[in-house]
Every structure is written in C-alpha cells, then in structure tokens.
C-alpha cells in the first residue's frame, strides 16, 4: 500500500502516461507545483502547458488540444477550475464531447484552512448533472494513479475529483486494478454498508477501527460517481441491513442523492443515512477539526451507523 | 452578413487548405466560428464548399436536422470543428488547435472569426495573452467589427476600442482592413506569417451588407424578415 495525496498519485500517473502515451498533453493554471501537474511538465516541457491563472482559457484550450488529436489533462484547484470554466465545461467541452480530462485538486472541506472560498463542495453535483460527463474520485494514491491512466484510455470529457492530504493507502498497487465505472468492496460485512468515495473512505476505515467486533460492516469505494455502478450498490444494499453514505460534498447532488436515486428507481426502502456537508459554507480550521464540525468524521459516521441501527 | 466577405474570402479565395469530402482531414487548416449566431452564414459557406447538399439547409433551426444544423454549430456537422453560442470560447479553442498542429503539421493554419461585442468577454483577452506568450504564429484572428450588437451600438454597450492598441498591447500583430474590400481582405489573409506574433486582422465591416435597410441596425441582429422583407432584401442582394 502507498500512503499519499491522491494529488501525489495523478501526479505519478501523469509521469507514467508521459513515456508510455505521446498523445497526453498536460495544462495547468499557474498552480502546477500543488497540483502536482509540474511533475509532468519538468519531464515533458514541450507537452506541458501553463496557461495562467485563466482557467476558462484553459479548458478551451484543451477542448482545441483535444480537436487536433491530443489527450489534454486540464488542471487547476477544483475550485477554481469548475468555478471558473462551468460554461466552457459546458460548451467546449461536454457538449461538444471533446476528449478532456479535467482534474480538480484540494477539493471539500478537507483542503481545510484555505476557508469557504477554496472548498469546493459542489462539483460533483455540477459534473453529475452535465450530459456526457463521466466522473471519477479516487480514494487514495494508487487508484489516483491508476484513473489517470484509465481516462488516458477513455475517449470522452471527464473530470476526476483529488484531494490535498495524504491519507492512507487501501489498494495493493500489485492486486487492485481500478476500472472506470466499478466501485469496489473493500470489506464485505451483513450489518451495515457504507458507500464513501474519496477521502471519506479513509474515514469510514476510522470510523470501523472504533466499531470493533460491534457492527459488522461492509465499505464500498464508489470511486466512479458517473457512471455509478448500479449493480454493486443493488448488490450490497441487498446484502446488508442499512445503508450510509459518506462524502466530503454538499449533500445535494452527491453520492448520497446519486445513491438514493438508484434505491428509488428500484424500489429498494432501507434505513439510510448521508454523511455529507449540510447544506451549508464551512469555515478555516484544519482538516480534522472541520470533518468533527461539520459532520463528516469518523466519530460521525459511527454515531450514524448506531442510530439508524436503533 | 457582415462577415460573408471574409468567409468567401477564406472558403473561395484559396486561403483555407481543407477537402470537403474529407472534413477530418489531418493537416487541414481549421476554420472556427466563435460568434456561433452568425450560423447561417457558416453552413451556407459549408454547403458551397460541398461538404453537404444545399438542400439540407431547409432543415436549418428545426428538430432531427439530419446534419444537426443547431442554431448554433455543433462539430456534428460536417466542418464544424466545435460547438459555440456562447460568446468568448472561440478563440482559446482555435489556440489549442493550434498548440496541437503546430509540430506535426507546421504549415497549418487556425483561423478564426469573433465578433466585436463578443471582444467585451474577458476570456478573448486571456486567450490573446496566451497566445502570444506560446508565439502561436499559426493562429490567425478576425474580428468581425459589425460595430453592432444585440442590445445595442457595441461602443455604447461597452466600447472596445482602441482595438489595435489592445492587441499590440496583447502582443499581437494588427491589421486593420475594410472587411468588405476583396482586394484588402485576400492582401490580409495571403500575408506571410511572422515568427513571433499571432494577428489579428480588425475588420471593419456592416452589419446586413447589401440590405439597404438592414445595415447598421441593432434591430436586425437576431430577426429573421418576413416574406414581404425577404423578398425585398433578396431584390437588392440579386
């Protein structure tokens, strides 16, 4: 297992594409050395571009890369990068169907002391929404790792969700293999089943260590949010008595809507529970202090698996 | 219409290298229109340089167009290298396509065409600063200087000129014809390219070219004339 940022991961994966794949160009928006984008563009200069702080120009401009044959990772915060460019992922890129990857690091509450206005909790709701998109968070640096290198493989517009902190390494690099719309079972339990995606799988991890032998509970990394693995979620759903779910999002349009969703569309009816952002704008603190305040810690997720278990 | 002489110009007057009947042709030059409402225009172009029958132009604006003749363009049509309508993209696009011919097919060509108003979106300017910092001497812009917008004279909803202060500001080479001038227009466009700069050809041009009571009317930018109009545009057209 690697231990890492799914940043440190893309970053990686970029690396590797560059020798294998000469197609991949890489954008970034003048904060390459964060997002790890620079990792590619110290190897590769003359298939890395800095376009500035203008990320409207920047996914246009990888939309134009894409139109002559190239596969251009476009990069920047997520924040900035689906803040600044929702028309131009519209147009340019979703509706003209063109061959972008769009990677958005320091996403949710967990890019922590930034504040509000760099925790970005609304882009999988937006991506989700947008006809053609396909979205992907992985959950820690081996996945991100390997995504990079699956959207290399896709043909199609895809934004790909990353986070700033290290968090725990969950896949073996020498088993796993990650495929862009399975999610994966990382333990198989009768009690609960928890779909986290991103950094709230780590938590969920957490949240289990606390549980001990008390639950016996099944986690599911929903690493694909679009398009969602309807029969993993049939499947677990059916295997267990409740179901939770957990992710560094605003609660509308998320996972947990994602997942409700196919429940409803089924007929599924099982106790639930999201664990997301409440509707609300955080505020600056660390991490760990905000995932307490603000709902999305582990503590949170075993006082939810205990009461929907009442 | 304001722009039918530059799109003439590029389409006909052996400007743009392209084979209509193969529209993904690697190495073509690449003709984007940024100022997407100007459609008609394009896909009558488009029909003219045969890359589809003129008779499906009677499917333009309405549902299961088989080319998807869009109100906008869409790269579903054939030619169409990107979608557009929403004002301000084209130009970083056509960069991109740039950036991404520039090695394997040197002597390509991007061009494309926006309108003046659409120079008040601040992404042009981004894109103009882009530009010039990768020397993307194989981008071409034109500006379709209609002076006209939707609402309004472009310098009365928000002026943009100076326009070649700006783009020699921007870093770009600037000239500034008569965009309804044949001889201007084909002097512009077979200028060799330089080594450092992108251009931008400013062309001052009127909006309803050749339709008396259409030129210069803030009034015609999104209307289409009724029969008894059309019959009257169509006289002093012929």
Request: aromatic content about 8%.
């Amino acid at each position: 297992m690697v231990d890492g940022a799914t940043r440190d991961g893309y970053g990686a994966g970029l690396v590797e594409l560059g020798t294998s794949n000469p197609n991949v160009v890489v954008l970034d928006s003048g904060v390459s050395d964060s997002t790890r984008s620079k990792k590619f563009g110290d190897k590769f200069p003359d298939r890395f571009f800095n376009m500035g702080i203008s990320e409207g120009d920047m996914v246009c401009t990888a939309a134009g890369l894409a139109q002559a044959g190239k596969i251009p990772f476009a990069t920047s915060f997520a924040c900035f990068l689906l803040g600044r460019s929702m028309d131009q992922t519209l147009v340019s890129v979703a509706y003209s169907n063109t061959n972008v990857k769009l990677v958005g690091t320091h996403s949710g509450l967990a890019v922590g002391e930034d504040g509000p206005s760099a925790q970005m909790i609304v882009d999988i709701a937006y991506t989700r929404a947008i006809p053609n998109m396909t979205v992907i968070q992985p959950a820690d640096w081996e996945e991100a790792r390997q995504a990079t290198i699956a959207l290399a493989n896709y043909k199609g517009p895809a934004y790909m969700r990353l986070g700033r902190s290290n968090v725990k390494g969950i896949y073996d690099p020498k088993t796993y293999k990650f495929e862009i719309g399975k999610a994966s079972v990382i333990k198989q339990g009768s009690d609960a089943v928890v779909f986290a995606t991103g950094s709230m799988v780590e938590e969920t991890m957490k949240a289990l260590e606390q549980l001990g032998t008390e639950m016996n509970v099944t986690v599911v990394n929903v690493s694909t949010l679009k398009p969602l693995d309807e029969a993993t979620i049939i499947d677990q759903v059916g295997k267990n008595k409740i179901v939770i779910t957990a992710e560094d999002h605003n609660r509308i349009g998320g996972l947990g809507d994602a997942v409700c969703e196919v429940l409803m569309n089924h007929q599924i009816c099982k106790p639930f529970k999201r664990i997301a952002v409440n509707d609300t704008f955080a505020e600056t603190g660390s991490a760990s202090e905000l995932y307490e305040k603000y709902g999305l810690s582990a503590n949170h997720i075993v006082r939810a698996l205990r009461e929907v278990k009442a | 219409m304001s722009a039918t002489d530059l799109l003439t110009a590029l389409y006909f007057g052996d400007i743009l290298q392209y084979d209509s009947k193969d529209p993904h042709k690697p190495g073509r030059d690449r003709f984007l229109l940024s100022k997407g409402h100007a459609s008609a225009l394009l896909y009558c172009t488009l029909a003219e340089a045969g890359y589809f029958p003129e008779e499906d132009l009677a499917d333009y604006r309405k549902i299961n167009s088989k080319l998807f003749l869009s109100g906008h363009p869409h790269p579903k049509t054939p030619g169409v290298e990107i979608a557009s309508g929403s004002l301000g993209q084209g130009l970083s696009v056509a960069h991109g396509i740039a950036l991404g011919i520039r090695n394997e097919f040197p002597s390509a060509r991007v061009y494309v065409v926006m309108g003046d108003g659409e120079l008040q979106e601040g992404q042009v300017w981004e894109a103009a600063m882009s530009a010039a910092k990768f020397k993307s001497t194989n981008l071409i812009a034109i500006v379709d200087n209609n002076k006209v917008a939707q609402d309004n004279l472009t310098k009365d909803l928000k002026d943009i000129e100076p326009l070649e202060d700006k783009w020699r500001a921007f870093g770009w080479e600037t000239l500034r014809i008569d965009g309804h001038d044949m001889s201007q227009i084909m002097d512009a466009l077979q200028k060799p390219v330089g080594k450092e700069k992108p251009r931008v050809i400013i062309a001052d041009t009127i909006k309803g070219k050749g339709v008396s009571f259409m030129e210069g009317q803030t009034a015609w930018h999104g209307v289409a004339p009724n029969d008894e109009k059309l019959e009257a545009a169509l006289k002093e057209l012929a």
